[in-house]
């Protein structure tokens, strides 16, 4: 059972790091910039019986991702975590410009390495879990909640799937599309197919179907029916093959092409910018669709869609049923900061910097 069924069922208050499987070499302050552990030796050796406040916050409207991970961390790696003592937010909390998120109290040296790293984490996992957040938020804005599609794969290091997959998931987005990206709260990752499938059957749209639908049966069917720049003729190409069978189209056009409907339609340029996945398009393959009694096909787009343009979408009540976004929801746009703000209970800080309490942080046991 994955941990955060344990949450979920309340009998574990946070992720830990059977889910998080850090590196070991954090312990050796690999990932740890240098002047945090020269500082820690000099800590060590002159002034070894202090106890610091260090306090963590950044300067957004945000959604918080990164706590439990952070907190793991901390208790892994950090040299006799328990005597330390730490307040935190929890993930999936609405946080406001310069509130503290987390504070540990202790002696420096046996958790101050961690500083870096304890700010990576807060600013990735919270810049995803926000981006979701809006986009989700934007995808409802017509009345009716439609699915995000979490499709960031191509767009950052394999090795960040898992992490950003999770802050996806505290954003909102349920549907992803890697195993690893669900690795950490789900089961299984969910997709379709790629242009490639379509390319290997010479760009024969249904004869691609055909073969993934016999292949997985079990899977809801949906078609990629940009590959041939043709959306509307491919979409009811396949929906006139698989009738009821048929779940859904995707359309995926490039933003510097122009599909093929307008240039058969031309007396309806002239207003609107016709590349991509433009709404225009997308009216014409539901009227086309509805028109033939296949009304249940559902339409998801992809391809450059981020929170103003399904805002755009959403306001116009483009008939869209699912959204994917990638890239967009992996721009790191929040950072954090840990200060040393008391000094054995006292205000200690760095100019400008001062302890700010927050009755909304819990004591991790």
Not at 51 to 65: E, H, I, P, R, S
Not at 228 to 248: H, I, Q, S
Request: glycine share 8%.
């Amino acid at each position: 059972m994955k941990e955060i069924e344990l949450k979920l069922q309340g009998k574990i208050k946070r992720l830990t790091n059977k889910t998080f499987k850090f590196d070991e070499r954090i312990r050796e302050g690999w990932f740890s910039a240098v002047y945090f552990l020269k500082t820690c030796e000099i800590v060590e050796s002159y002034k070894s019986d202090n106890k610091v406040t260090m306090q963590f916050f950044q300067k957004n409207d945000a959604v918080l991702c990164g706590t439990d991970e952070a907190i793991a961390l901390v208790k892994t790696f950090a040299k006799n975590p328990d005597s330390l003592e730490i307040y935190s937010l929890k993930d999936g909390d609405k946080i406001s410009p310069f509130e503290t998120v987390l504070t540990i109290t202790g002696p420096y040296q046996n958790f101050g390495f961690l500083e870096g790293m304890i700010d990576g984490i807060l600013a990735r996992r919270t810049s995803v879990a926000t981006n979701v957040y809006n986009v989700v938020k934007a995808a409802s804005k017509s009345g009716i909640q439609k699915p995000v599609i979490f499709m960031g794969d191509r767009d950052d290091h394999f090795a960040q799937q898992a992490g950003d997959g999770y802050a996806s998931y505290i954003g909102g987005s349920t549907a992803q599309a890697t195993h690893a990206m669900n690795e950490w709260w789900g089961k299984a990752g969910m997709g379709t197919m790629p242009h490639a499938l379509i390319q290997i059957f010479n760009g024969d749209i249904v004869e691609a179907t055909k073969a993934y639908h016999t292949k997985y049966p079990e899977d809801d069917l949906i078609a990629l029916v940009d590959y041939n720049n043709d959306v509307v003729t491919d979409a009811l190409r396949v929906a006139r093959e698989f009738g009821e069978t048929l779940k859904g189209v995707r359309v995926d056009t490039s933003r510097t092409m122009v599909d093929q409907y307008f240039f058969r339609n031309p007396d309806v340029l002239g207003s609107f910018d016709p590349r991509g996945a433009n709404s225009e398009l997308i009216f014409a393959l539901r009227e086309a669709l509805d028109a033939e009694g296949f009304s249940h096909v559902k339409i998801v787009v992809t391809g450059g869609f981020n929170k103003d343009r399904i805002e755009q979408f959403e306001e116009h009540k483009v008939p869209v049923d699912i959204y994917g976004v990638g890239s967009n929801l992996l721009k790191i746009n929040i950072g954090f900061t840990g200060d040393n703000v008391l000094m054995h209970g006292n205000h200690q800080a760095k100019a400008g910097r001062i302890y700010r309490p927050n009755p909304r942080l819990e004591l991790v046991e």
